[in-house]
């Protein structure tokens, strides 16, 4: 017989490039549209401005306008809205509240990796039809979602689009994005990790579960699962389902780094962990050894994930967050204060490992894990 909580044997290992997506096939993409992109950056001297060339490949891009830096992002949430619709027929519930919160974290969390602080965020919400702004519970818990996200960073929500597009996004259904532009200011404040060296400390803040990468894994995994989303992630500890646990909403990292600034400390360099899990701490170009010696507990949903695909750590560590939503590398003599001010904001933090002379790598130490220079290719 098998348990809510014990994966069918003979299953095997569902991978993320099983659920549809391959970032051995999409990444090629992004680094032919980096270098397309980066002979535009000649454009900005005409009007007397310069592009920060070590932003390109970086999770946002930065301009110097001259007193301060401006930096921009664009993100999109992905699959997860089809797990809140699919919830919202088995319970009726909306969630798109917190479907707002994920998408507007998308593009801050970005932006904030490079010292930045967010200014004004942009809607884009395109629907399968017009059909889908009637629904008034759905689309309210969306703006008023929208607006509370924008609150909590301290941004404007500038406006947005909101197409129907059918034919293009399925009757049913929308695709949510965001843009987000900030401010570097005072010019010290930008991390690109010019700064980064052996001695920095590793700081995690905690993630809350799977925030919004691997949905297409998460979803897929739904066929696996006896009550499908209503499969509890606990039996007999909480009547927590696998859905709601999947629309926990991102944590919105920006408080913290406004307020490690308000407290004098400035990351060397930041990093988003998204899509391609913990291999994100390899995002920099520079050649270093990032050494893990803590790891943090890993939520019940990603371990329940992990289970039930039949995951061993190497492909779960490089899919999912595993409970870090971001990294920040810092001073040694300022880990400790960095903790400090991360759960003051109330994101739980610890001091995860340290920057390390050697080869480009990620050992994660506890886990016996080790990713190469190779693991991640995003320039």
Same mark, same amino acid.
């Given at each position: !017989? ?80 089809? /797990? ?21 974290? !998308? ?12 200014? /004004? ?58 843009? &987000? ?88 360099? &930041? ?24 790891v943090p507990d890993v939520p019940t949903v ?52 340290? /920057? ?24």
């Amino acid at each position: !017989m098998i348990t809510p909580s014990s994966p069918a044997p003979d299953q095997g290992t569902l991978s993320y490039e099983q659920s549809g997506v391959n970032y051995d096939l999409i990444d090629p993409l992004k680094v032919a549209a980096q270098r397309a992109a980066a002979a535009t950056g000649a454009h900005l001297a005409a009007h007397g401005f310069s592009e920060v060339a070590a932003s390109r490949g970086e999770s946002a891009y930065v301009v110097d306008v001259g007193p301060f830096y401006l930096a921009s992002i664009v993100e999109c949430l992905g699959s997860k809205a089809l /797990v809140a619709d699919e919830m919202r027929q088995l319970t009726g519930k909306s969630y798109y509240d917190a479907i707002a919160q994920d998408t507007i974290a !998308m593009a801050i969390n970005d932006l904030i990796t490079v010292g930045a602080t967010p200014l /004004v965020v942009q809607a884009y919400w395109a629907a399968g039809g017009s059909d889908w702004f009637a629904d008034a519970q759905r689309a309210q818990a969306l703006v008023a979602g929208w607006k509370a996200a924008c609150d909590r960073c301290g941004v404007a929500w500038g406006g947005g689009e909101t197409p129907a597009l059918a034919g293009i996004v399925e009757a049913g259904r929308i695709d949510l994005a965001a843009s &987000c532009t900030g401010l570097i200011n005072p010019k010290e404040r930008l991390s690109v990790g010019d700064r980064l060296a052996p001695g920095d400390a590793i700081v995690l803040l905690a993630s809350s579960g799977i925030h919004a990468n691997g949905l297409s894994l998460a979803r897929k995994l739904v066929e696996r699962l006896p009550q499908g989303y209503l499969t509890p992630v606990e039996p007999g500890v909480s009547t927590l389902t696998y859905g709601e646990a999947l629309l926990a909403p991102t944590v919105l990292y920006s408080p913290v780094t406004e307020a490690l600034y308000r407290a004098g400390v400035t990351p060397h360099y &930041c990093a988003n962990i998204t899509g391609h899990g913990w291999r994100k701490l390899l995002r920099h170009p520079a050649i270093h050894t990032y050494r893990i010696h803590t790891v943090p507990d890993v939520p019940t949903v990603l371990s329940f994930i992990q289970r039930h695909a039949q995951q061993d750590d190497l492909e779960a560590y490089s899919t999912l967050n595993m409970g870090a939503g971001f990294a920040l590398f810092v001073p040694a003599d300022q880990a400790e204060r960095t903790v400090a001010v991360a759960e003051a904001q109330g994101v739980r933090a610890w001091v995860a490992g340290r /920057v390390e002379a050697g080869p480009k790598r990620l050992l994660i130490k506890p886990l016996g894990i080790e990713f190469g220079d190779d693991a991640l290719q995003l320039r």
